[in-house]
């Protein structure tokens, strides 16, 4: 497995007004903290990591709980909520229709489910992956550990920067501030993960 060079080494994007500050540390800052893409054959891996200042307990509603999904996550969720159980979600702009089974449920640590979505325009051979959300607890934070595998080349290039946001978009679910703009958002990222579209 090898980890990709150019747009994924960590570059900055361009300076937010947020009053936030480069060159902190990927769990500490929530302005530069980029994922990372892996290849491995035909397929790729993303993976984030965030320090979120809020109990595990708090993160976990926050990733499980169709409420908050419907906001930061802008998807309608229905989710069986135990290992071997099922998720039907409806999600993001792009309205993907995922299904899948629940792999494990280990409340509040560990959330992971396939993430199977048919053939479409965006994805004509479909996609079959698997989604896993880790959570640590920090202190009096949490650390989240996500990771999307098995995507196809081509998909994983387009998520990575739609996922970062993503994740941009849970923080401000967690802290109570306003949504970030999740099209005004990927298009910032783009640069970051080197992607030209």
Do not use: C
């Amino acid at each position: 497995m090898t980890e990709t060079g150019g747009g994924f080494k960590r570059n900055r994007a361009e300076p937010r007004d947020d009053g936030l500050q480069e060159g902190v540390p990927m769990t500490q800052s929530r302005e530069e903290r980029p994922g990372t893409v892996t290849y491995e054959g035909d397929f790729a891996t993303l993976a984030f990591e965030r320090h979120l200042d809020h109990p595990i307990e708090v993160v976990w509603d926050a990733i499980t709980n169709p409420e908050h999904l419907a906001r930061w996550y802008m998807t309608k969720a229905r989710l069986e909520a135990r290992a071997g159980g099922s998720i039907d979600y409806v999600s993001g702009i792009s309205q993907f229709h995922v299904m899948g089974k629940i792999l494990t449920w280990d409340p509040p640590r560990v959330y992971e489910h396939e993430w199977n979505v048919e053939p479409r325009e965006y994805l004509p051979h479909g996609e079959r992956s698997v989604v896993r959300w880790e959570l640590t607890p920090d202190g009096d934070g949490t650390i989240l550990r996500i990771t999307h595998r098995h995507l196809t080349q081509q998909t994983a290039r387009g998520f990575v920067a739609g996922t970062h946001a993503f994740l941009d978009r849970l923080e401000d679910e967690l802290d109570g501030r306003p949504l970030t703009n999740w099209v005004k958002r990927v298009d910032e990222l783009r640069p970051v993960y080197g992607v030209p579209w």
